[in-house]
């Protein structure tokens, strides 16, 4: 299983900056594939922000393109969402989340499982 711990939110005045962490802490059979970031504003749906592959390879949601850069430390199984220019229409609640591969072994062989986590949260509220 995966536990993810989301820190760095806060308020901001827009055009500045914020910078948001991640850390997942896992099983020693488990590994962690592709991380992320989605955000949820109220009275709205949940939206992709960016998500980075363990190569490297990154997404961006249109509305973020340019102003937002994700990032990983593979070692330590963390991401980081670094928010530059920020808007009002950035304010919302920002969830981590991981993709993670469960390794198994049994009277059938080896086999796997893809899941995924969710961290519980962390605000971001963009001032005027």
């Known amino acids: 299983q995966v536990q993810l711990v989301e820190s760095g939110g806060g308020t901001v005045q827009a055009g500045g900056s914020l910078r948001l962490s991640c850390a997942a802490s896992?099983?020693?059979?488990?590994?962690?594939?592709?991380m992320g970031w989605y955000r949820q504003a109220p009275g709205r749906q949940r939206e992709l922000v960016a998500t980075?592959?363990?190569?490297?390879?990154?997404d961006y949601s249109s509305p973020v393109k340019g102003r937002f850069t994700i990032s990983r430390d593979s070692g330590a199984d963390t991401t980081f969402l670094q928010m530059n220019s920020v808007e009002p229409t950035d304010t919302g609640i920002y969830y981590c989340?991981?993709?993670?591969?469960?390794?198994?072994?049994?009277?059938?062989?080896?086999?796997?499982?893809?899941?995924?986590?969710w961290g519980q949260g962390t605000q971001v509220t963009v001032s005027p």
């Open positions: 980075i592959t363990t190569t490297g390879n990154i």
């Open positions: 896992r099983e020693g059979f488990t590994t962690i594939g592709t």
């Open positions: 989340n991981a993709r993670a591969r469960v390794r198994t072994r049994d009277y059938r062989g080896p086999s796997h499982r893809d899941q995924d986590y």
